[in-house]
């Protein structure tokens, strides 16, 4: 069974410190990667997703991941956070042939202006 | 907005009623997906169609639980004979399949919170 393991449950953060949230995952195949983000009071956002390809992906606002199979890890990373960038963060795994996202449980960031 | 369309956004019902949720997906995916997300939870995966018929579902999914997506086009959630743990954020999301640029890329309604008293 898939599973996704998210270590930081919240982080306080001052802005334009670095940022960089935990996520593996545990599967032996092939998969595809996702952080979403959830801004207070939205519905979950697409932030990146990785398929193939270069395991350093980028996406909107900013913000990157890196896939580092050997590691089962898709930690996601901004050199400098916004106040802004306070929301929730959601790692999510797709098992090639699966069709279900699996999600972590979350990362509760609030940047302090 | 043209993106995923879910009703009511909150629901207060009496333990032991039944309710029913709708989700309108994007208009030209093909695939929808219902979620359930609990309080300090990420969103679990409850059942999902491709256009009209039902695929998979979780064994989160119990008996009183039955979706349908009649036309292949909005979805129903129905719960029945409700408990109190059933309160949670109900999650739609939908996404096209069968191109190979838009791969499996869900894209998640607000939900329908369900508080059963």
């Known amino acids: 069974a898939q599973s996704v393991s998210q270590h930081n449950h919240h982080v306080i953060l001052s802005e334009a410190a670095s940022l960089e949230l935990g996520c593996n995952y545990s599967?032996?195949?092939?998969?595809?990667l996702f952080w979403y983000v959830q801004y207070p009071g939205q519905h979950l956002q697409l932030l990146l997703k990785?398929?193939?390809?270069?395991?350093l992906v980028k996406g909107i606002k900013g913000f990157e991941a890196e896939f580092i199979k050997s590691k089962f890890s898709f930690n996601l990373r901004k050199p400098s956070v916004q106040w802004s960038d306070t929301a929730e963060y959601f790692c999510?795994?797709?098992?090639?042939?699966?069709?279900?996202?699996?999600f972590g449980t979350g990362t509760r960031l609030l940047v302090s202006p | 907005d043209t993106g995923v369309s879910q009703n009511p956004r909150h629901k207060i019902t009496k333990r032991g009623q039944n309710v029913t949720f709708r989700c309108d997906p994007i208009s030209e995916h093909n695939r929808l997906y219902w979620y359930r997300q609990t309080l300090g939870q990420g969103p679990e995966f409850l059942t999902y169609f491709q256009n009209e018929a039902q695929l998979e579902k979780s064994r989160l999914l119990s008996d009183r639980f039955s979706a349908e997506r009649p036309k292949g086009s909005f979805s129903t959630l129905e719960i029945q004979r409700t408990e109190q743990g059933d309160s949670a954020m109900y999650l739609c999301?939908?996404?096209?399949?069968?191109?190979?640029?838009?791969?499996?890329?869900?894209?998640f309604g607000a939900g329908t919170r369900l508080s059963v008293l």
């Open positions: 999510a795994v797709n098992a090639e042939g699966f069709q279900k996202l699996v």
């Open positions: 999301a939908s996404s096209q399949v069968g191109t190979r640029i838009a791969k499996n890329i869900q894209y």
């Open positions: 990785y398929f193939s390809g270069d395991p």
């Open positions: 599967y032996g195949g092939t998969v595809n």
